[in-house]
Protein backbone atom coordinates (compact mmCIF):
# COMPACT_ATOMS: atom_id res chain seq x y z
CA UNK A 1 0.00 0.00 0.00
CA UNK A 2 1.36 3.36 -0.39
CA UNK A 3 0.40 6.38 0.70
CA UNK A 4 1.40 10.41 0.73
CA UNK A 5 2.56 11.68 4.17
CA UNK A 6 2.07 15.16 4.53
CA UNK A 7 3.99 17.55 7.34
CA UNK A 8 4.93 21.47 7.94
CA UNK A 9 1.86 23.27 7.68
CA UNK A 10 0.88 25.69 10.95
CA UNK A 11 0.72 29.37 11.73
CA UNK A 12 2.94 32.03 9.97
CA UNK A 13 2.97 35.85 10.21
CA UNK A 14 2.01 37.83 6.81
CA UNK A 15 5.50 37.79 5.11
CA UNK A 16 6.87 34.74 6.69
CA UNK A 17 8.23 31.05 5.38
CA UNK A 18 7.21 27.38 5.80
CA UNK A 19 8.22 24.35 4.07
CA UNK A 20 6.06 21.58 3.70
CA UNK A 21 6.94 18.25 2.63
CA UNK A 22 5.30 15.21 1.46
CA UNK A 23 6.73 11.39 1.53
CA UNK A 24 5.65 8.61 -0.14
CA UNK A 25 5.63 5.65 1.86
CA UNK A 26 5.94 1.80 0.82
CA UNK A 27 7.82 0.25 -2.09
CA UNK A 28 7.63 2.44 -4.91
CA UNK A 29 10.15 2.04 -8.01
CA UNK A 30 9.21 5.59 -9.99
CA UNK A 31 6.75 8.36 -9.49
CA UNK A 32 5.80 10.52 -12.81
CA UNK A 33 5.15 13.63 -11.27
CA UNK A 34 4.77 15.01 -7.66
CA UNK A 35 3.14 18.42 -6.73
CA UNK A 36 0.89 20.57 -4.61
CA UNK A 37 -2.40 21.53 -4.53
CA UNK A 38 -4.40 23.63 -2.04
CA UNK A 39 -7.97 24.69 -1.12
CA UNK A 40 -10.10 27.09 0.90
CA UNK A 41 -13.11 26.43 1.88
CA UNK A 42 -16.32 26.95 -0.52
CA UNK A 43 -13.58 26.63 -3.67
CA UNK A 44 -11.79 24.05 -5.80
CA UNK A 45 -8.72 23.06 -5.15
CA UNK A 46 -6.13 24.15 -6.84
CA UNK A 47 -3.04 23.72 -8.38
CA UNK A 48 -0.08 24.90 -6.56
CA UNK A 49 2.96 23.79 -8.41
CA UNK A 50 3.77 20.24 -9.99
CA UNK A 51 7.72 18.68 -10.74
CA UNK A 52 7.86 16.28 -12.81
CA UNK A 53 11.29 13.45 -12.80
CA UNK A 54 13.27 15.81 -15.00
CA UNK A 55 12.99 18.69 -12.19
CA UNK A 56 10.91 21.08 -14.61
CA UNK A 57 9.06 22.63 -12.13
CA UNK A 58 5.51 24.59 -13.05
CA UNK A 59 3.67 26.82 -10.90
CA UNK A 60 0.31 29.14 -10.29
CA UNK A 61 0.90 32.26 -11.25
CA UNK A 62 -0.17 33.09 -7.57
CA UNK A 63 2.96 32.14 -6.17
CA UNK A 64 5.26 32.67 -8.77
CA UNK A 65 8.64 34.02 -7.31
CA UNK A 66 7.50 33.25 -3.93
CA UNK A 67 7.06 29.13 -3.72
CA UNK A 68 9.53 27.01 -4.67
CA UNK A 69 8.94 23.13 -5.34
CA UNK A 70 11.55 20.26 -5.37
CA UNK A 71 11.90 16.20 -4.84
CA UNK A 72 14.22 14.34 -4.35
CA UNK A 73 13.63 11.02 -6.70
CA UNK A 74 15.40 8.16 -4.10
CA UNK A 75 13.54 9.27 -0.90
CA UNK A 76 10.33 9.63 -3.13
CA UNK A 77 9.67 12.87 -1.30
CA UNK A 78 8.39 16.30 -2.72
CA UNK A 79 8.78 19.36 -0.59
CA UNK A 80 7.47 23.04 -1.16
CA UNK A 81 8.97 26.31 0.15
CA UNK A 82 6.41 28.81 0.74
CA UNK A 83 8.03 32.54 1.33
CA UNK A 84 6.95 36.13 1.39
CA UNK A 85 3.54 34.79 2.73
CA UNK A 86 0.21 36.07 2.30
CA UNK A 87 -3.47 36.08 4.00
CA UNK A 88 -4.53 34.93 0.63
CA UNK A 89 -1.92 31.42 0.71
CA UNK A 90 -4.18 29.93 4.00
CA UNK A 91 -5.41 26.82 2.95
CA UNK A 92 -5.23 23.28 3.10
CA UNK A 93 -2.13 21.88 1.15
CA UNK A 94 -2.38 18.82 -0.62
CA UNK A 95 0.32 16.49 -1.90
CA UNK A 96 0.07 14.74 -5.13
CA UNK A 97 1.39 11.82 -7.37
CA UNK A 98 0.78 10.75 -10.63
CA UNK A 99 1.88 7.27 -11.87
CA UNK A 100 3.11 5.61 -9.06
CA UNK A 101 4.71 2.40 -10.12
CA UNK A 102 5.53 -0.47 -7.38
CA UNK A 103 8.46 -2.95 -8.78
CA UNK A 104 6.00 -5.18 -8.80
CA UNK A 105 4.84 -3.31 -11.36
CA UNK A 106 1.47 -2.26 -10.03
CA UNK A 107 0.54 0.92 -10.57
CA UNK A 108 -1.29 3.74 -9.18
CA UNK A 109 -2.79 6.06 -11.33
CA UNK A 110 -2.89 9.38 -8.51
CA UNK A 111 -2.63 9.51 -5.17
CA UNK A 112 -3.34 12.38 -2.64
CA UNK A 113 -2.14 13.37 0.80
CA UNK A 114 -4.50 13.58 3.70
CA UNK A 115 -3.58 17.57 3.63
CA UNK A 116 -1.87 20.10 5.93
CA UNK A 117 -3.06 23.84 7.27
CA UNK A 118 -1.53 26.45 6.37
CA UNK A 119 -2.51 29.16 7.76
CA UNK A 120 -0.82 33.17 7.08
CA UNK A 121 -2.35 35.54 10.08
CA UNK A 122 -0.89 38.61 12.27
Known amino acids: QVQLVESGGGLVQPGGSLRLSCAAS????????MGWYRQTPGKQRELVAT???????NYADSVKGRFTISRDNAKNTVYLQMNSLKPEDTAVYYCNALNVITPSSLKYPELWGQGTLVTVSS
Open 51 to 57: IPRDGSA
Open 26 to 33: GSIFMISV
